[in-house]
């Protein structure tokens, strides 16, 4: 009696097996939106409760944070800081995404000897340019790397990924991988060359706390690097120019440029008096670097807070049983 029905049970499970091997991807992909469907009905009250809680914790978090922003800015950019650093480098490392892992130890690497450079004491008069020029790179590799990306995104969505019969699909992950990767490192970018503004102007002596410069620089010394100006203002340079500013002091232009646009500094280094950076960006060109640097404050928000307020959500769903 037992041996019919085993071989009856046998040849069910074989036909449903047969049935689920002969499924299209698209009946596939339908038959699991059903069972979502199936598995989640009747919780249409708990998902309410869900999203009511998302867009609390949303609301009271934007709060906190500028508050905090507007009452401990340095404590908040230091903690923002540390979170751009931290949390997409954890991400990395529990999705073995190796191609970031290696580039964020090579920006970390040389960004802390540059870094550490600019803390030394007492400083070397290098150093200054140095860091500058590094931080000022890196600003021009991610500003270009966010516009590449950009592009590409508009080429994949126009379709011109056809003529040169690529599959819009890998466009597309290069194009998001080109915007991440000038985004984020743009971000840190201008953090840590505030940081090491402010330092340094603090450590050279270019003003004090209470607002008086404590050095008086030669007409052919850079205030910024120390080093002697190789043009005057009134010549065109082989490499850069010179810039006098409305205070008179003289500056090379790769060092009031760095000073300006990547530490975000609109004041004289030397005497802290307002810069008209209308005569240091001089063409079209330069102009979207200074609203490409308010766009990076946005992503501070995506890439630290975020991921961080989504955690802090989960939790909260869990503790009340929310699933």
């Not at 230091?78 to 650093?85: E, F």
């Not at 090491?196 to 706390?209: L, P, T």
Request: proline share 4%; aromatic share 14%; with cysteine.
């Amino acid at each position: 009696m037992d041996e019919p029905s085993d071989m009856m049970e046998e040849l069910k499970k074989s036909e449903q097996e047969r049935f689920r091997r002969e499924l299209t991807p698209q009946e596939e992909l339908r038959k699991q939106h059903i069972q979502f469907h199936e598995k989640h009905k009747g919780h249409e009250q708990m998902h309410a409760e869900m999203f009511i809680i998302l867009i609390f914790t949303l609301l009271i978090a934007q709060i906190v944070l500028v508050e905090w922003k507007k009452r401990h800015y340095r404590s908040y950019m230091l903690m923002t800081l540390l979170g751009m650093w931290t949390v997409p480098m954890c991400f990395s490392c529990y999705n073995m995404w190796y191609r970031f892992m290696v580039s964020w130890l090579l920006f970390t690497g040389l960004s802390g000897v540059v870094v550490r450079k600019a803390l030394e004491k007492p400083l070397n008069c290098s150093t200054p340019r140095l860091v500058y020029k590094w931080f000022y790179i890196i600003h021009k590799v991610s500003y270009g790397m966010g516009i590449a990306g950009y592009c590409l995104m508009m080429a994949t969505i126009m379709g011109l990924n056809f003529i040169f019969s690529a599959n819009p699909h890998n466009w597309m992950d290069c194009a998001l991988l080109l915007l991440f990767y000038g985004l984020y490192y743009g971000v840190l970018g201008r953090d840590l060359a505030e940081i090491c503004s402010d330092k340094m102007a603090v450590k050279i002596g270019y003003y004090s706390k209470d607002g008086f410069p404590t050095k008086t620089p030669d007409d052919n010394i850079c205030a910024i690097c120390g080093n002697p100006l190789l043009v005057s203002t009134e010549e065109e340079g082989v490499i850069e120019d010179t810039f006098r500013l409305s205070c008179n002091h003289v500056f090379h232009e790769f060092c009031i440029r760095g000073w300006c646009i990547v530490g975000k500094k609109q004041t004289c280094p030397f005497c802290n008096e307002k810069v008209d950076l209308k005569r240091i960006v001089r063409n079209f060109w330069e102009k979207p670097h200074l609203l490409y640097g308010q766009l990076l404050d946005w992503v501070r928000w995506l890439v630290c807070w975020q991921p961080l307020i989504y955690f802090l959500v989960q939790g909260i769903n869990w503790v009340l049983g929310l699933h």
